[in-house]
Every structure is written in structure tokens, then in C-alpha cells.
């Protein structure tokens, strides 16, 4: 079956929280994505594959240059077939389409082969502040 990728897609509240929990391993939430999407968002990448929500990243922008991805996400059933990788490249094309020039993302150390290798990230230097 084919996976289709849609940027800022029609995706609904009870998917995505599903698809959250399943894939960051967590009872499912009651998050108003909706909301926080139009809010704060440059725009989101949905996977589709028959219907269903099967992956999604989002892109936050300070306005101006940055891009940021947040909560890079694909349904465990759907790893490893390069899914998160055109999660990515998608949402890289429509950043620099709305004039970004950087696009950042943190991670934690086992996605590291996934961001640089598959996905093209360059090591940097970064700072965080844990609040």
C-alpha cells in the first residue's frame, strides 16, 4: 500500500495522540494538537498510509531563518522502511519553500545514526538548559 505525505494535513486530535503513544511507548493523552498546531506551528508533515495516521513531525519557526522539528514520530509497526527519513525530507522542502535557511532538531543519542545518516543533520554545537 502506498504511504502518501501531506504537509499541513488535515489530522485530527485523537490520531496523532494515538499515534504519540504509540510510538513514544505512553498511555495515549487527551493533547489539544489542533490548537497547538495553529498556534505555533510553520507547518506539520503527516504520513498516511490507507486512511490511517501512520507518521508525523512538526516544524516550529522562529519567524525568520530557523526551523525547528519537534516530536518526530512513526507508528512502531511502520519503522524501519524509511517513513521518519521522508518525514523529514518533506518537511526540510517546505521550510526552505517558506524561506528558512537552518533547520534544527535535538534527539537523544540512540536516533543519532537516523538524523545524520539517514536523514542529513550535521553534528553542531548546541546548548540546553533542562527547565
Known sequence: MTINYEWRGDVDNASLNALHAD???HPVTQADWRTRLQRHSLGW????KGGSLI???NVVSDGGAHAFL????????????GVGAALVA???????AAKCE????DFEE???SFYF????????TAGLIAL
Open 90 to 96: 518533506t518537511a526540510a522542502e517546505e521550510a526552505r
Open 23 to 25: 510510538g513514544f511507548g
Open 110 to 112: 540512540h536516533l543519532r
Open 55 to 57: 507518521g508525523f513531525v
Open 70 to 81: 519537534l516530536d518526530t514520530v512513526v507508528a512502531q509497526h511502520c519503522r524501519s522502511r
Open 102 to 105: 537552518w533547520l534544527h532538531v
Open 45 to 48: 508533515v503527516c504520513a498516511w
Open 117 to 124: 545518516d539517514a536523514c542529513g543533520f550535521k553534528e553542531t
